[in-house]
């Protein structure tokens, strides 16, 4: 079993739609998450971090993490195309100095 | 403004070839990474290191070196021997206090 396993999609959805991206994860040490979007040919960059279990809301976007499930999710409310990108989850275990990450799930937003 | 440099964007390598990617931050950073993304395979970890003049193998290190001479600094060196280099190169480097990476914008390099 991989350590993360994240679907790499396409995920295709008109826009205004509501967006649900996943990761599940089989290490129970991992103890911070944190969702990473990365644009063709660019470098990833943060949108979220967090290191308990419930939600994170930060405009249109809201990180979920479920410690019991070992399940972590992003959703994206009001999609726009500009939203149009791989969409990285990364796990992080406090006693190592390197993160986990997923391959990423490609989104399509289409106006 | 505070960032990571990669330099260049792109790059070509010919047959034989040692190649060297740059990598410069100015974010006080302690830890710096090197990573290699191809379709489908995600970010996969080269080397890293936490301070000067020390670094570790990450899972794909053979045919790669790196040296940390200088806190700001972590050149990538891409050697004949890595017989299929051509992928999308990341660096990134993070504070040891918060294991929050911030990444450059990458080197696409080629094989001519």
């Known amino acids: 079993q991989k350590e993360v396993e994240q679907d790499p999609g396409p995920l295709s959805v008109p826009e205004g739609a509501i967006v649900s991206l996943n990761c599940t994860y089989s290490?129970?040490?991992?103890?911070?998450f944190m969702w990473y979007r990365q644009y063709s040919r660019k470098g990833p960059e943060l949108l979220m971090y967090?290191?308990?279990?419930g939600n994170k809301e930060d405009g249109r976007f809201t990180a979920q993490v479920d410690k019991s499930s070992k399940y972590i999710s992003l959703f994206i409310r009001d999609s726009q195309p500009s939203d149009s990108a791989t969409y990285l989850c990364?796990?992080?275990?406090?006693?190592?100095?390197?993160?986990?990450f997923g391959k990423g799930t490609m989104l399509l937003v289409s106006p | 403004d505070g960032g990571i440099t990669q330099s260049p964007k792109y790059l070509f390598r010919k047959e034989g070839q040692n190649v060297t990617l740059s990598c410069e931050q100015n974010?006080?950073?302690?830890?710096m990474y090197w990573y290699r993304q191809d379709p489908g395979q995600g970010l996969r970890l080269i080397y890293y290191?936490?301070?000067?003049?020390?670094?570790q193998k990450g899972d794909i290190a053979e045919g790669y070196s790196v040296s940390r001479e200088k806190k700001e600094s972590f050149p990538l060196t891409v050697t004949s021997a890595q017989k299929n280099p051509t992928a999308f190169y990341l660096c990134?480097?993070?504070?040891?206090?918060?294991?929050?990476?911030?990444f450059g914008a990458g080197t696409r390099l080629s094989v001519l």
């Open positions: 990364a796990l992080e275990n406090s006693g190592y100095s390197t993160l986990t």
């Open positions: 290490n129970s040490a991992f103890q911070y």
């Open positions: 967090t290191y308990s279990s």
């Open positions: 974010l006080n950073h302690d830890a």
């Open positions: 290191s936490q301070i000067v003049n020390d670094f």
């Open positions: 990134a480097s993070n504070s040891v206090a918060k294991n929050i990476q911030y």
